[in-house]
């Protein structure tokens, strides 16, 4: 098993590594960054270049359609849209048994079609795996990227098989708040806040 990676020759950069973390868009962007509300899950970088999959994107209709004409799934919800590059339909999962490539945070990588049609074989009714089949990619310039996070535009924080796995429609919100009560905790030494300042 190795680790996710468009090309082989794209390496981890050490203390500038963001594979396996998730990048998440910072409330107040301004209204024309493309990004807003995003989380994105690092999969790649190196010196030059920074690959991803956006994991709380519905997919479009278009894609849906074909996506089910390819596998013949009648089921679409644990489809994500990735971005807006073109790449492998991969599904994430925490099966290691069913993995192609390994993703820090204790998520699998699978992009073979028939990894994935097991996937979903198993995904019985009574207790269903979680897993998403992602459709598309993200990338940026090494450079942009570290600017970008730089300026404020992106938080980052470490991988959570909940938080992927969980509900798109809510999954910004709930990263928000989590970077915003680790930034507070980190400004005040204050190691714990409630889920409501009401609670106080």
Not at 81 to 92: E, M, S, T
Not at 134 to 156: C, F, H, P
């Amino acid at each position: 098993m190795k680790r996710f990676s468009y090309d082989d020759s794209l390496a981890p950069m050490g203390s500038r590594d963001l594979v396996g973390k998730l990048v998440v868009a910072s409330p107040g962007v301004p209204s024309g960054f493309a990004m807003s509300e995003t989380v994105a899950l690092i999969l790649q970088q190196n010196d030059d270049v920074v690959f991803g999959v956006v994991v709380n994107q519905p997919a479009p209709e278009e894609a849906l359609e074909a996506w089910q004409e390819f596998s013949g799934w009648e089921s679409q919800q644990r489809l994500v849209a990735g971005g807006p590059v073109a790449g492998p339909v991969l599904a994430l999962h925490q099966q290691p048994e069913l993995a192609e490539m390994e993703v820090d945070g204790g998520l699998y990588v699978s992009v073979r079609k028939e990894t994935i049609e097991r996937l979903g074989e198993l995904d019985f009714v009574d207790s269903p795996l979680p897993y998403r089949i992602v459709l598309g990619a993200v990338s940026w310039s090494d450079k942009l990227l570290a600017g970008e996070i730089e300026a404020g535009l992106w938080t980052v924080m470490d991988c959570d098989p909940d938080v992927v796995f969980g509900n798109p429609a809510e999954m910004w919100s709930q990263c928000a708040r989590r970077c915003g009560r680790k930034l507070l905790s980190q400004v005040t030494g204050v190691r714990g806040f409630p889920a409501s300042p009401l609670l106080n």
